[in-house]
């Protein structure tokens, strides 16, 4: 959220600022406090946690089969993903100079592939690797986690997503720093953040032909200068310490400017571009209604970049949870939203209860997360549901974990 006003607070109405302070915070923490309140004194949150654990399969199978089970599902899901998009697009990008075509191989990692693929490759991401990686380093795991780290490093520069290397290792650095291994934390770090600036070296044609023009000889050179656009010819060239400069930037940009502009923006577009939806941008009210269903997180897109949309690109404006009620029933939408995430954090709560390492290894990237996504997607596509079925199955109770620390 911090992240979220100090965007707000840049250019954008101040009533936009007071809008979410008063009709979507304060209702959180209000409705919070009492829900816990109730849940433990009624003996709610005894029962949910006692309900998982009943269903934990720790005993039931071994850790070697588990850790066998996490590299086989993942190796089959590179080589499956691989047959249907027709190879690496993260590794095809490395040799393309024009921007649009970077921008269909990465556009392609998902849309090339079947529903049922897109789901299980989210899921791969989201919940899998993260999950798997935790479950290896507590049961000391160490080959199986070294395969299965390289594994998340190679389907991470595959997906052209800089995001997906944090999702991945940031609950294992996180266990590794608790555990007092300090060197293995930094030096995951270091490869988190290499890959980041790889990735922006990937994308990036003007960084490409930057390093690697002192290598070509004339007649490669025209021929990448006339594959790129014209603007990228003509970019400033960095090294790669200004790669490693931009890297830090954009991440400061996405972490504590983007998401609270995007939400500012989508105050601007509603309503006074697009109407409030009145449960239109929700699939489920649309199939029982037969309504037609919206998903402003596209539609949008050209309404707020219409210079990319004029180039040929069409992507989505993924903007924090509570706007995707705002979207539908306006200022009322804000303190629902309050309510639903609620109820959804009191349950994750009940669930890890007396688990406060897991909870927050767990729980941290899918709560950051729903700053640039809709509860809805985030606990299903977005691998966060799966996360708490995994812990329920895997790593719950507590005492497991301990005799494995």
């Known amino acids: 959220m911090l992240g979220i006003m100090i965007g707000l607070s840049q250019g954008y109405d101040p009533r936009y600022t007071l809008y979410v302070s008063t009709l979507y915070l304060l209702p959180c923490l209000a409705f919070y406090s009492l829900f816990h309140f109730l849940g433990v004194r009624l003996g709610m949150a005894s029962f949910i946690n006692r309900t998982a654990g009943r269903l934990s399969l720790q005993h039931r199978v071994s850790p070697q089969q588990i850790t066998l089970a996490f590299l086989v599902f993942i190796v089959l899901v590179i ?63 160490k080959k199986a986690m070294f395969v299965f780290v ?12 800089k995001s997906h290397f944090l999702t991945f290792f940031i609950p294992l650095t996180l266990l590794l720093f608790y555990h007092r291994q ?11 953040l290499f890959c980041i600036v790889f990735m922006i070296f990937v994308t990036n044609p003007a960084l490409k032909y930057s390093a690697l023009s002192p290598f070509l ?64 941008g929700y699939k489920l009210y649309c199939a029982v209604t037969g309504e037609t269903f919206h998903d402003y997180s596209r539609e949008l897109y050209p309404v707020l970049y219409p210079h990319y949309a004029k180039r040929g690109f069409a992507g989505s404006v ?4 509570f706007m995707y009620e705002y979207a539908n029933f306006g200022l009322w939408g804000l303190p629902l939203s309050a309510f639903i995430i609620t109820l959804i954090l009191l349950t994750v ?22 700053s ?19 812990y329920i199955l895997l790593l719950h109770p507590t005492k497991i974990q301990q005799q494995h620390a």
């Open 349 to 370: 709560t009940f669930v890890f209860r007396g688990d406060w390492t897991m909870q927050i290894l767990l729980n941290t990237i899918p709560v950051l997360f729903l």
């Open 150 to 161: 390289l594994l998340a490093f190679f389907i991470g520069i595959n997906s052209m997503q």
């Open 372 to 390: 640039s996504g809709s509860y809805t997607s985030l606990l299903l596509s977005g691998g966060w549901g799966l996360i708490i079925l995994l």
């Open 79 to 141: 080589i499956i993903h691989a047959i249907y998009v027709q190879g690496f697009p993260g590794y095809k990008a490395l040799t393309e100079f024009k921007q649009l075509r970077i921008f269909s191989l990465r556009k392609s990692v998902t849309s090339d592939i079947p529903g049922w693929l897109k789901y299980i490759y989210s899921f791969s991401i989201k919940a899998i690797i993260p999950v798997g990686l935790v479950y290896m380093h507590l049961y000391k795991k």
């Open 318 to 321: 993924n903007v924090a949870s």
């Open 217 to 280: 000889n004339e007649a490669k050179e025209r021929t990448i200068k006339k594959d790129m656009d014209k603007g990228a010819v003509n970019e400033p060239r960095m090294n790669i310490g200004e790669a490693n400069e931009k890297a830090v930037n954009s991440l400061i940009l996405r972490t504590f400017y983007l998401p609270g502009s995007t939400v500012g923006k989508w105050f601007k577009a509603i309503p006074r571009k697009k109407p409030f939806l009145h449960g239109k």
């Open 182 to 192: 300090f060197r293995k934390g930094l030096l995951l770090i270091g490869g988190i």
